[in-house]
Structures are given as structure tokens and as C-alpha cells.
């Protein structure tokens, strides 16, 4: 099959897949299939965790740059988008329903409130990023938490979205925004990893002198990935604001950062797939655990936030390096085995003497110079 | 590949000749003169490390074409120098040109667009990346891809990946790599680890490589290779080699002309047999 339309099957099959979902979480349900309301509210809030979890693994995994301000960009895209919506868009929506209709209107009107929101957020990431990764560890994490708080504090200071009340905001966002959107950021997050940006932003990860050395701009990429990280924070912020239909400062607190950072640890720094899987696992578990049975006369979903904490202590302790690690999750992993097949390639020392043939002496000078190496 | 002409033969004794001669006073007047036309060159180069002067008024000159070795004692700051020369360190005072352009205050990633490579004493490739990453990784500033191209997987992006692939498997099978392409870069057994940072490299497409003890762990006969590697890589690439090392074999072996620092100066400069037997130098190493 050709590239080309390998692609455009690929295309219609998440189009496909996006409406079936969407229709199954719309009141009249697909073919007669359903979820009750509250699902349907996990399953849309997962796709938005899907978008910042990625989003953050671009510069928290990729990039290796350890930032906890997620929440703040996040809150930019929101209150921004937010604040054009309620005060702006009618008027806009009205001026342009007249010529292209109802629908179209609000649709263009929303798609503007989502490119502003995120932009605000890639200007405030450009702003934060210049300054601070120039920090390296823990001082670019305090820094960026410091940020957030900022940004939240400032906005539960400005009466026109709300402050301390929260900001009531119009909106129709349903699970086909969301469910597009996640698949958007995972295809241009993929896109920009598998390329010569995604090498150089890995390579800052791996080993920045080395990276420097082979002249890459180890800040400009560092800020580069900070800013489409958080435009797409921001992008977040824009499809929770319209779709929960209500924003408080309290959505936004350092604990909305761990908890992003939370989904890519456990699903795997720097695997696209792992961040998915992360964000779902966490958005789902702490609900799923409120349908545990009672067990014995005690009732196990009044512990669940005593399982949940130890289901995240187990699996880290097991999977340190979070449930993929580096790697992703693909069709390539049914379709091949996993080790590559012995035999056809010989892995050899740098003299092209294959390991195999070498004598017992030669392999035990060789493992020696290893450990040498190792402890140097 | 690069197409400079390889340095002839007879072109390169004669300029041997010259160069005892240039030696001679250098040794007596601090390596500057006749050598404003050098690749590479260090005027009164100094680093302090609060009260340490790690290195002290350096002077040095690498022309275009040689293996220039650079050699001194552990800790006598040729590590340092290396740095120095690649922007990771500033100098305190003095000055460093490149092809007549100063360099110093340039950061490490300029000076590699210019044309400086290096390699690291203790190997630093991609931990993360399979060895044709790591290579591709270093064809960073030869990319026609931008962002966009990326994002939106143009035609421009599939031609240029192609490109840059075609480019690093040809770079990797001179050195016998590529049937390792997609291992683990670290995982390769020490003396290919080495080799391979060395095509990492060289995939800058450098006009000075700079190779910071490669002979560093190698046993007798893997030193013997690297010697017949250094010169293939300068007569094919058309290259001017930086040498810092410590194995007296390797630096007598391959290079052309040799400079000696203990303490972070500058204490002789001349050919491979001058330097082994002044008596300066003798000191240097063995005590007193």
C-alpha cells in the first residue's frame, strides 16, 4: 500500500473511531450502546489529560528539562480563551451567523478562542522559558512551580474572570473537540520527535555538553519545546474551560501540575504512547476505585485513595522507569517479536572477531577493559 | 564525502623542514611568529580557576593540513585547553582565532558550525540513541528540514531524512559501523564506542577534529589500529587533526609536529624526535 493512502486510511479510521465514541457519549448513545453521564465525563477529561501529559513529555521527557508549571500555561489558555468567549463572542458569532449560519459561526468563533488561548500560552512559555532553562534540575522546577502560582495568583486577583468566585463560561465542547485535539498533539508531538528538532531535543536529554558540541542550540531547542509544550497546555486549558463551563483558580493549583507529571512518569518518560496510557490510567483510577465491592463488611472504595496511592507506590517500585520506559507502544510490537533474530546478525568486538569465536582469554580481556571503563 | 586535496608527500616534508626550523624559535620566543596563517591558533591564552591558573599564557598554532599533537603530564591542563578551544570554557584573558576569526567568547555549538569537532575523553555519545541516531544527531547544522516540514511530514522532510541517512550509513561504513546501526550506541563494545564518537564527529563535516585522548583504554594492538584510523581520516577527509593525548606511542606514532604543556604552559614544541629528547620535557615527565 502506498504511503499516501496508508495515510488517508489511517486518517478516516480516527474520524471513524473519534464519531463513535462521541455518539456513544451523546445522550442517544450508538446503536443503543451508552455511557451514563459521569463516564462520559472521564472519558472526555482523559482525552484532555492525553493532551497535556503529551504535551509535558515533550520537554519533561524528550527534552529532559524538569518544569511543574503545566497547571499555569494551562490556566492562560483557559482564562484567555474564557474571558473572549464570554465578553466577545456573541457578537462575533452574531455578525458572522447572518452570512455562513449559526453553527459555522460558533464553530469559527471557538476555533479562534482555541488559537488565541494558545498562543497566550506560547508567549507566557517563550517569556518564562528564555529566562529559566538557562537553570538546569531543580532550580528550572522551582522556577516554573514558582510561575504557576504566579499566573494562578494573579488571575484570582482580576474581578473580570470572576477572581476568588470562578468565572462561569459559555460553551458546547463535546468529546469530538477533545478526542481531535489529543490526536493532533500526539501526531505533531511524533512528528516533531521522529525528526532532525526531536534529535536535538533528545540529545539535550542524553548529554547537553555533547549535544552543544555538535552544534546544536541547546537553549533555543530547550525554549522551543517549552513553548509548543505549553501552547498545547494552553490548548488544553481552552477545550476544560468550555467544556467543564466553569473556571476556578482551584482547577489550577501545583497539585494539577504533579498530577500531569504523575501520568508520564507512570506511563514513561519520553514514550508518546506511555504518556497516553499514563494520563487515561490516571484520570480513570481514582473513579474506577469508588466501584470496589465490600469485602468482609468493610467497603474497599472508602480506601480507595489509600489502593490508589499504593497501586502508584507498586507499579513505580516495579516499572521504575514507568509502564513503557522509553519505548512506544505500536502494531510493530504484534507484529514482530520483540528480540531481534539471532543467527543473521553477528554482534562482533571492534576488530570484526565475532563474540562467538573469540577465545575464553580474548572475551575476558574484553569484559576487563569493560569494567575498566565502567569505573573510571 | 569532502573532496580536499590530500596533502602530498613531498609538500609535506619540505614543510617539515620549515617547521624545525619554526620550532627552533618557538622555543625560545613562544610559538607566535610566521603563524598568523594557522588553522587553528592561541595567542597568550590564559584560564584562572580562582587562585588556579589551570592554563597559563598559551600560545599555539595548528596549521592547515597536520596532525598537531598535544601532550603534558596528568593534570597539566591539556583537557582544559580542549575545552578552551571549543567554547565549553572562556579564557580569562588572551586570544583564539579559527581561520583568522577570533572564537573565544563564542559558545560551543557556534564554534562547531565553524568547523571545530570534537571528540571527549570519557566517550560522551547518546545513551538513549542507536548508533545511526547518534550520527544523525551530529548532521544537525546540514539539515534542509525546518519545524514545519516536520510537523506536516512534507515532501522536503522525506527527502531530507533520506538524504541525512544515506549520508551517515556512508560515513558509518567507512569505519565497519554500519552493520550496527540500530544498537544501542553504548552498547557497542569500548573500541567502537570510541570510533563511533569519532563519526559522530565527523558528521559536523569539521575542518579541525579534535580528538581528546583516543587512545584512552586501548590495548596494544586496538592503539596500533588507531594510528592507521587518525591518518585515513586526515588524508580522506582532508582534515587538520588536534591530538591531545597521553600514550607516548600514539603521539610519537601519528602526529607531525608536537607541543608539550605541563602546569598550563607551553614548555617545547618541534618534531616527534625533538620532543623525545629535550630534556625539558624528559623533566616533565620522569621529576626531577
Sequence with gaps: MSPFLKRILVAVLIVVALWAVNAALSDEGLFGFGVDAYSGRIVVLAGINIILAVSLNLINGFTGQFSIGHAGFMAIGGYVSAYLTVYHAQAWERALSGSIGETAASIIVFLLALIVGGLAAAIAGLLVGIPSLRLRGDYLAIVTLGFAEIIRIIILNIDTVGGATGFTVPGNVNFLWVGAFAVITILVVRNIVKSDVGRALVSIREDELASEAMGINTTRYKVLSFVISSMFAGLAGVLFAHYNRFLSTADFTFLRSFEIIIMIVLGGMGSITGAVLGAILITILPEGLRRLPEVGGYNLADLRLVIYAALLIIIMLTRPQGILGHHEFGLNWLRRPQKQPEGDKTVGDDRGVPIAQQTETERLAGESVKEEVKNR | ?288
Design chain 2, 1 to 288: 564525502m569532502s573532496g580536499a586535496p590530500e596533502p602530498s608527500a613531498v609538500s609535506a616534508t619540505k614543510e617539515d623542514g620549515i617547521l624545525t626550523e619554526a620550532a627552533r624559535t618557538a622555543r625560545s620566543h613562544g610559538a607566535k611568529e610566521d603563524d598568523s596563517g594557522a588553522l587553528l591558533r592561541t595567542d597568550q591564552a590564559t584560564i584562572r580557576f580562582g587562585g588556579l591558573i589551570a592554563v597559563n599564557e598559551l600560545s599555539m598554532a595548528v596549521r592547515e593540513g597536520e596532525i598537531f599533537g598535544l601532550i603534558g603530564p596528568n593534570g597539566a591542563g591539556k583537557t582544559t585547553i580542549f575545552n578552551l578551544l571549543t567554547g565549553v570554557y572562556q579564557p580569562t584573558t588572551g586570544e583564539i582565532y579559527f581561520q583568522g576569526q577570533r572564537i573565544d567568547g563564542l559558545r560551543s555549538y557556534e564554534i562547531s558550525r565553524r568547523g571545530v569537532s570534537r571528540t571527549f575523553q570519557n566517550i560522551r555519545l547518546f545513551p538513549g540513541m542507536n548508533v545511526l541516531e547518534n550520527v544523525l544527531t551530529a548532521c544537525h547544522t546540514h539539515t534542509k528540514q525546518s519545524l514545519a516540514d516536520a510537523v506536516l511530514r512534507t515532501p522536503r522532510f522525506v527527502r531530507d531524512e533520506k538524504e541525512q541517512r544515506e549520508y551517515c550509513m556512508e560515513l558509518l561504513s567507512i569505519f565497519n559501523l554500519d552493520r550496527f546501526k540500530d544498537e544501542g550506541g553504548t552498547s557497542l563494545p569500548y573500541g567502537n564506542q570510541r570510533r563511533l564518537e569519532i563519526v559522530r564527529a565527523l558528521a559536523t563535516r569539521p575542518k579541525l577534529l579534535l580528538l581528546d585522548e583516543p587512545a584512552a583504554g586501548m590495548n596494544p594492538s586496538e592503539q596500533d589500529d588507531l594510528l592507521n584510523l587518525i591518518r585515513q581520516i586526515r588524508d580522506r577527509f582532508g582534515l587538520t587533526i588536534l591530538l591531545v593525548e597521553h600514550n607516548m606511542k600514539v603521539v610519537m606514532g601519528v602526529c607531525e609536529r608536537i607541543q608539550v604543556v605541563d602546569y598550563g604552559k607551553s614548555i617545547a614544541l618541534g618534531l616527534p624526535e625533538e620532543i623525545r629528547n629535550d630534556p625539558k620535557v624528559i623533566e616533565a615527565y620522569l621529576g626531577d
